[in-house]
Every structure is written in C-alpha cells, then in structure tokens.
C-alpha cells in the first residue's frame, strides 16, 4: 500500500536535509552535552488496539501477496469484478423480479386457456400421517387423478410438481408407486430449486380420460409455530395438497387425512379443510369419519368447477413437542439471513478499514526523539505547515502573518491590520465555515502530495474499499427490491433500515479510503521539525514576547488551541500597532451567535414537525375505529351478539374512591363459518381527560365455565378478548366480571366536577355485523345501581346522550344525559326504549332497555353516543379526580393549533425583523448577516414546519371543521411571506460600470 510521488531535484535535496539531520540527531549518544539532552523530548505516537494490528498484518500480507502474483494486471481484473457484482446488483435492482409470484391477472388470466390443456376431472388424495422411529412426521401420500385431455391439448402426458423444502424442513420427497392407466411407469425426477417434478410422459398425444396414480413420501411436514387463537405454542401442520404449482383446471376433489389415534388424541382442535381461488375460498372444520380401528380419518371433498391455481389445504395443531423437528436446512438458513449478509460483510469492511486507517496507513515514524527547533523548518511555508500538523483553524492566520513580515515597510501596517482582525476571528465557531472552506480549497493541500509530505496509499486494498461498499450497497438495494416482491423469511426485515445503514455504512467505508493522506518518512520528519518549534515557543512564551515580525511566528500559531493562539497574537499586533488595530475584524461571513443559532434552529424545526407527525397519533380523528368493531381480531369476523344485559353498581371505597363493579351477561353464536377459531371481543374505556379509570377485567365465562382471555389497550379503551381453544359453534352465554377501580375522573363542564361515565356499549354497535346486523340483539338491557347517599350528592345524572340542539354540526353536539326516570318525556325520539327504576336496600337501580322499532331502527337520543350512564358530583366528592392532569389534557389538545400559530408567526414576523435589523445596521437584506438569515434559512424552516404540522393535524379532519381555517391559513400566509423574503434576499450580481474610453 504505498505511493510513488513525482518529487523534484530540489524537493529530494530537502528530503536528503532531513534525512541527514535526522541520522545526525540519532547518532548523539550518551556522550551528548546536558543540554542537549534536556533539548531532546520522546517522540510519542498512539498505540492502536491488538485486533487492529492483527487485521493491518493480514491486509499487509494480502497486499504483498497480490502484487507478487498479478500486479496492474490483476488490479485491473479485481475491479473488473467488482464491477461485475454492481452491474448484478443494479440488473436486481431494475431488472424483472425473479421467481415473481403470480398476480391476480396472471391467475384470472389463466382460467381462459385452461381448456388448452389437461383438466382434473377427479383429484382424490389420500395422506396418512404418523411417525418414524425418530418421532419425525412421515407423510404417505397416494393421488388418485383421472386428468381429462381436452381436443385442444397437445399434452403427452401430466407434470406434478412438490416441494422439496417447507418451513426450513427439508421434505424428503420420495416416490414409490406411479401408475398410468392401471400400468406401472417411471416418472421422470427433475429437481429445480426447491421443487421436485414428477413427469409421466407417454410420448404420444393424450385424448379422453386417462387414471394416473401416484404414490410417494413426505418428511417433516410440520413446524413449530405459535397458535393464533390461544397464543399457545404448537407443531402445526399446514398443508396445500395441490403443492406448489398447479395450473389445471379441477372439477372434482376429495381429500382425506388418516392419523394413528395418539396423534389424533394430540390435537388441540379438529383440522380444518379449505379450498380457495384468488380471494375466493371457503372451508369446514373436519369431523371425524366413522369407522373403528386404531385409525382416525377425517375428510372435506368439492365438486364444483374450480380454475386453475386453486389451494387446497388442511391444517392440524398438535400439543407442542408432537414430532421431532429436523434441523433447518442450509436453504433456510440463506433465505433468513441472506439480505443481512451484505450489510454483515460491508460492517466487516468497515472494521478493516478502520484498522488500516490506524495502522497500515498511519503516518511514517520519525526519529525516536525530536529536540526543541529555533528556526523554521527548511522549504515549508507556514500554510504548508498547517497541513502537515493538519490544523485547518489557523491557516488562515498563518498567510496573514506571513505576508505581513515579509510585506514592505510601507505598506506592513496595512497588512498587519488584516492579521490583526484575522488573529481576532480564528478558532470562532462563528469563523469555522470560512476557515474549513479556505483549508480545502487552497493549493497548498494539494502541495504536500507533490512535494511528498504525504502520500495516497494506492494498492490493491484501497481498490477493494473503493469499489466493495458501492457495489455491495447497489446489491444490498437489489436485494431488497427483489425479496420485498417475495414471502419474507428474514428474522429482521426492515427495508427502510437496511438502505440507511448500508448506504451510512458505505459511505463511512468510501471517506476512511478516500481521505486516508498518510505522512511519508520526509513529511514525518517535517513534522517532527514543526513540533520542536512548538515545544520552543511553550518554553519561551513565544506568542506573548515575541515580536510580530519573528520569523517562528507565523509556525508557532499551529501550537495549541486556535482561539487562544489567535488572542494571543491579537493582543501582539495591538501592543504594536494600538487598540483599535483590530476593529472592524468581523467579516460578513463571520456567524455571530445569533447567527448560528438561526442556522440550526431552522432545520431543528423541520425535524422536530416531521418526528411529530410520524410518532404521534392525529390529534383531530373524525371518529375512532375500534378494534373489537371493525378491527381484524382472529376468530371475531363471524361472531354474533344475540342479546345482551349489562348491570353497573356504583359505590365509593373508604379511601374515597369511585367503584364500579359491572357484570355483562350476553347470549353469542359463534359460526362455523371461520377460519379460525371462533372467539368473542369487546372492549370499553380505560380513561377520560386523561386520567386512568383503573379498568380490571377478573372473569370470562362461557356456559358458566372459566376460559382464557386477554386484555389489550385500544387507543383509550380496554379490549378483552377470548383465547378458546376448542372450536364453539352454535349459541353460547357469556360472562363477563369488570371493574373500574377509578371510575371518576375531573372534568370541566361550567365549573369542575367529579364525573363518573359508564359506556356499556361504545359508540356505534349498533351499525357493526356483529352487534347490529340481523337479527338485532335482544334483549338490550342496561341497569345502573348507586346508592341514596351517593345519589343525592349527584348534580346530574341519567343515561348518556348528546343535546342534538347545542350545535347544527353533529360533531360539535354537546354531551350531556336524559335524567333517569325522565325518558318518556322525549316522545318519538325514544320510543323503543323504555325505562324502569326499583329501590331495594337503600339503593336505587335504574333500567334502560331498548329494542329496534318496526322499521328496523334504534332509539335516536338513547343511541347518539356511547350507551351506558353519567353522574356529576362536585368537585372533591372522590379523592382520585385530578384536575391537574385535566388541564395538561385541555392544553395538550390545544398544543397542535398553538404550535402551527407560533411557527407560522415566526416566519411572517422575519420579514418585518429582518427589513428593521437591515435599516439599523446600514445592510440592504441581500448582504451577508443576521437579517438574511432569518429569510434564508429560520423563515422557510419554521413555514415548512407548520405546513408539515398542518398536514398532520388535517390529515383525517372534515372540511367543514371550525379548527380548519386556524390551522390551514396561518401556514399558507407563512409560505407565501417565506417566498417574498427569499425574492428579496438572493444574492444580487455586481454590474461593473465600464470605464470611458
């Protein structure tokens, strides 16, 4: 890994001059003058860590060994196969998808040619499942297919096509028996990826029915996997009997499954069976065939005319630990791990690069020791010097300096002023743009390679960290384009993920290669000369005595930190030339404070908007979709609510507390019409103006037997749903016991109160399948018990309802109740409900029962919101209401609106600010400073921003909210002002004005 450098005559004569003092620097013994030695410092390098001196050796030993063997022959070859891999990476990437499953078009498109080929008149298949000596599941599968050749068809024969892999198991498949017509044949055996096909061909064209029987064997059919419905863990077997092709039409099919019966004594629920086209399908839960014996068959057949590409699958859950699972394939192992395996080699690039970085391509040792210097290094400028030491801060100095010693005597105050201001601004933060810009763009960085300070350490291995990131990044984005048109079988499937980190990765590899300018052997003893001026001026506090027209000076403000050399050197120039030799030392370029933090305020805002819109939830829905309503929870779909009866007692602990305990008593039928197993959801609220309610689910019964459930948060509400094991079918009773251990919460309705809200049913049930569909439940009886004491403290109660009057939007109605015993008052807007109240105890029950009227409809008031009950108490009745947490919610809910206008103000208030600080410094607004940088950059930053915001806020929020013009108008004015701002602030070109001839 090494350089050639085009070095001159006098360049080798200076590098001869180093070497020279060097030898004489290290031929001084222990005879050498106490000074001398006290002269002498111990030149110290950092020690890399022993993993990155382990991988430079090898990269070493590598570079070695390819140059003994090829040299630009084979460099030329190795980037020709890098080139290679992009060119494959970028066919992946824009190139047609490989092995690409079938769209919707290409199945319904196949169903026109299928009488083109041979049609499956009978399917009839049996498998036999048991297990070998290792407790493996072995498959015996006999198909019995009579295929019918149509006069169109040219086919010779049929092809049946199985997997050779499933789930990572390999399958094993193995045939043992094939029959064509009665007569014994040999199929022809091709195996292509991870299928097998079977041929039978008789090399003659087919015509009419013909009977092809096969028999084979399959291993390992199933797999460790965790039930959906009781969440349990299982050996499933899920199988499409038809494999992984088949492209004939069928009209006949019947499938059966024989187990041993200690399997069938394992299953945790009977198999099911289904047959689907597209998104058609339909399916059964299996029974057990009658017969006797040691065997259990169970059976589904279909003789309806089914189009090509059909699946036919049953599916068996057994206890877990059933069958021995086989280790996973080497296949499966390639498909996991496959798209992390670009990113794991591009990271393994990454630590080599960094240990050559370190190591292989560290600067070149010097002598052991350096010893303090009192002259500048022989033909390195002070700017040559800032490279070297790499100190991009004072170069600039460094040339002012320089040119102010050197500069003639009438015009060296001049040139001392400019280094004075110079001095005042270096190692600013508010100077780094101008003096990183200045560092990278000045020839002499380009300098030190042609004079051989450093080197680029050209080889075989920098090729490959040039070439291996970019081409493994464009195969990384193949990959994904490719797998994401596929089944994801990767443990960690993050696309998005996988782009980021491998293009950060690649481009971390590509600047550790790119940028690596190692010191050479002269360069090294340059820069040991450079060190030994900065070890002279500490000893002598060169910046504070010297004189400005030292010649170490421009060398010693290398030394240290920039900002104080800069001080230093100011405070020189100012003793020479007077106080005000410095004024005036910020340039337009220079970024105050102020200044820098517009710049990264500005994009900090767009951030923070984005970040918001993507991590929080829309603060305006137009309505909640609750899961157990219309969410995808398995087993729910065909579900059906017969009737319920929900009874609430209201009570306060002696901690002062608000209890409600709730007991729901429903009448469900679970169809066998799922797919699943049947199950039961419902859920109810959990808090209110963001205060917990302390929800508790203690009990779900079925046919007065406990069952298993689980309970999950949904937005504010609780979910409780079923975990059944067992397929349930027909009408079932279900209990359920809940409490709400904290049931009032502070709320603000002209004044603060306690509230306690009851929902037995959320918002609507009634319009969901499986609540409001035919045959509507019934009955639908809510009671709601408190006690006298409790109930003559209550400001307002009764069932929950919305003042329809309050508002002519039905969003904005206001909540409110119909006070119990008064619901007859409201006529025909209730008139399929009733109401009913006792006293027993004590205490008062109060009863709301509604029913659909002849049109099929629902009572109006009782059913506008939630149904259930609502009391008011005054403020302090229960001890757990906290209005503090009440008003962060009101504030909360208000903070998008607030947080649009401020943003929105920010950007159209810059424009006046930025026309006031422009009148008062003099600046016109397209001059450098702070008054155009409020245009550029905070101004469109925080317009953006609130458009970002206001997207988000609206996203979901109807035209006619009133909210929408206070979100939607500040952040379009802000755009616009944005724009006139930056009109009014770009750069004006300088029209020169000819001179008169």
């Keep these: 890994m090494s350089s050639e450098h085009p070095d001159t005559k006098g360049e080798d004569s200076l590098s001869e001059y180093y070497e020279a003092e060097a030898a004489a620097a290290e ?5 050498s003058s106490a000074k001398d030695d006290a002269d002498r410092i111990l030149s110290t390098t950092p020690q890399p860590s022993k993993l990155y001196v382990a991988l430079s050796d090898w990269l070493l030993g590598v570079e070695a060994w390819l140059r003994s063997h090829g040299g630009s022959r084979l460099r030329k070859g190795l980037r020709g196969f890098w080139a290679v891999v992009a060119l494959a990476g970028v066919v992946l990437l824009i190139g047609p998808i490989i092995n690409k499953p079938l769209s919707l078009d290409d199945i319904t498109g196949s169903s026109t040619t299928a009488t083109e080929h041979w049609i499956a008149r009978d399917f009839n298949v049996d498998y036999r499942i048991d297990r070998n000596n290792n407790g493996e599941l072995r498959a015996t599968v006999t198909e019995h297919i009579t295929a019918f050749f149509t006069e169109k068809s040219n086919e010779t024969g049929i092809t049946r096509v199985l997997a050779t892999q499933y789930e990572g198991h390999a399958l094993n498949p193995r045939l043992l028996t094939a029959t064509l017509d009665g007569v014994t044949v040999q199929p022809a055996e091709t195996v292509s990826g991870n299928q097998l096909a079977l041929s039978v061909d008789t090399g003659t064209r087919l015509q009419g029915d013909h009977e ?77 065939e009658p017969g006797s014996g040691s065997d259990v068959t169970y059976q589904f057949t279909n003789d309806q005319n089914i189009p090509p590409h059909a699946q036919a699958s049953f599916t068996m859950s057994f206890e877990e630990g059933t069958f021995t699972m086989p280790p996973p394939t080497l296949t499966y192992w390639i498909q996991v791990f496959g798209p992390l395996a670009p990113l794991a080699f591009l990271a393994l690039t990454l630590l080599f690069a960094l240990a050559a970085r370190a190591v292989a391509w560290s600067d070149a040792r010097g002598r052991p020791w350096y010893i303090v210097q009192y002259d500048p290094p022989k033909g390195v400028s002070p700017q040559t010097a800032a490279y070297i030491l790499r100190t991009p801060q004072t170069v600039e100095l460094a040339e002012a300096l320089e040119f102010a010693r ?59 960290f040039i070439a291996a990131p970019i081409a493994l990044t464009i195969v990384q984005f193949g990959l994904i384009r490719q797998l994401s048109n596929q089944v994801v079988l990767s443990v960690i499937w993050w696309p998005f993920a996988f782009v980021l980190v491998s293009s950060f990765l690649a481009a971390v590899v590509l600047w550790v290669a790119l940028s690596a300018r190692p010191l050479t052997r002269k360069g090294a003893l340059v820069k040991q000369h450079l060190l030994g001026i900065e070890a002279f001026s500490e000893r002598t506090q060169l910046l504070q005595r010297t004189e400005t027209s030292n010649k170490l000076l421009p060398y010693a403000v290398h030394a240290g930190n920039a900002k104080d050399a800069g001080q230093r050197v100011a405070t020189l120039i100012e003793h020479e030339l007077g106080p005000d030799a410095t004024a005036g030392w910020r340039t337009r370029e220079f970024l ?46 065909w579900t059906k609510v017969e009737a319920i009866e929900a009874s609430a007692t209201l009570s306060r602990t002696p901690e002062g507390s608000a209890r409600l305990e709730v007991n729901q008593q429903l009448e469900v039928n679970f169809s066998d019409e799922s797919s699943q197993t049947p199950q039961f959801a419902q859920q109810w609220p959990d808090s209110a103006n963001g205060q917990d309610l302390g929800l508790e689910v203690t009990a779900v019964r079925i046919d007065g037997k406990d069952v298993p459930f689980a309970v999950e948060r949904d937005h504010d509400t609780k979910l409780v749903r079923t975990k059944l094991v067992e397929v349930l079918t027909g009408t079932h009773t279900l209990d359920i016991d809940y409490a709400l251990n904290a049931a009032a919460f502070a709320a603000d309705e002209n004044g603060l109160v306690d509230r306690v809200r009851w929902a037995a049913l959320l918002d609507g049930w009634e319009h969901t399948t499986g609540w409001g569909d035919d045959p ?3 009955p639908v009886r809510i009671s709601f018990t408190l006690d006298d004491t409790l109930a003559a403290l209550a400001t307002e109660s009764g069932w929950i309802t919305k003042d329809t009057e309050s508002s002519e939007r039905a969003r904005e109605w206001k909540a409110t109740v119909i006070p119990f015993g008064e619901l007859k008052e409201l006529g025909a807007r209730a008139a399929a409900a009733s109401e009913s109240s006792s006293a027993s105890a004590g205490a008062h029950t109060h009863v ?15 059913t506008l919101d939630d149904v259930g009950a609502m009391l008011d108490f005054p ?46 410094t003099g600046l016109r607004l397209s001059e450098q400073g702070l008054h155009r940088d409020l245009l550029r950059w905070l101004a469109p930053c925080a317009s953006v921003a609130a458009f970002v915001l206001f997207v988000w806020a609206s996203s979901v929020m109807p035209s006619d909210h009133p909210l929408l013009p206070l979100v939607g108008f500040p952040p379009v004015i802000a755009i616009l002002v944005s724009v006139i701002g930056l009109v009014v602030a770009r750069p004006r070109k300088q029209h020169r004005i000819p001179a008169k001839p």
Aim: charged letters at 20%; aromatic letters at 10%.
């Design 27 to 31: 031929s001084a013994g222990p005879d």
């Design 406 to 464: 050197t500069d003639g005597k009438k015009t060296r105050k001049a040139s001392l002023r400019e280094a004075a201001k110079v001095a005042r601004r270096t190692g600013r933060a508010g100077n780094l743009p101008r003096a990183l810009t200045h560092y990278y763009s000045s020839p002499e960085r380009r300098g030190q390679l042609t004079k051989g300070y450093r080197k680029v350490p050209r080889g075989f291995v920098r090729d490959f």
């Design 776 to 778: 509507a439940p019934k």
């Design 848 to 862: 709301l029962l509604i029913e659909q009227d002849e049109f099929g409809g629902w009572p109006l008031d009782p």
């Design 875 to 920: 403020a302090g009745t229960f001890t757990q209401p906290d209005e503090g947490t009440l008003r962060f919610t009101q504030f909360v809910q208000t903070l998008p609106v607030l947080a649009i206008g401020l943003l929105s103000a920010i950007a159209i208030l810059c424009l006046p600010a930025a026309a006031l600080i422009g009148r008062t």
């Design 592 to 637: 105050s404070w102020p200044r820098i933090l517009v710049r990264v305020l500005s994009p900090l805002l767009i951030i923070g908007a984005l970040a918001a819109a993507v991590a929080l939830p829309t603060p305006y829905p137009q309505s909640v979709d609750y899961e157990s309503y219309w969410g995808d929870i398995p087993g729910t779909l």
């Design 212 to 288: 092809f029987v096969m028999t084979y064997e399959l291993s390992n059919l199933a797999y460790s996997a965790t039930d959906t419905a009781s969440e349990q863990a299982v050996d499933l077997l899920k199988w499409d009997v038809f494999g992984p092709s088949w492209a004939q039409a069928l009209a006949g099919l019947d499938v059966s499954i024989t187990v041993p019966k200690e399997l069938d004594d394992r299953l945790i629920r009977q198999p099911r069976g289904s047959l689907a086209w597209t998104i058609v399908g339909a399916g059964q839960w299996l029974e057990r």
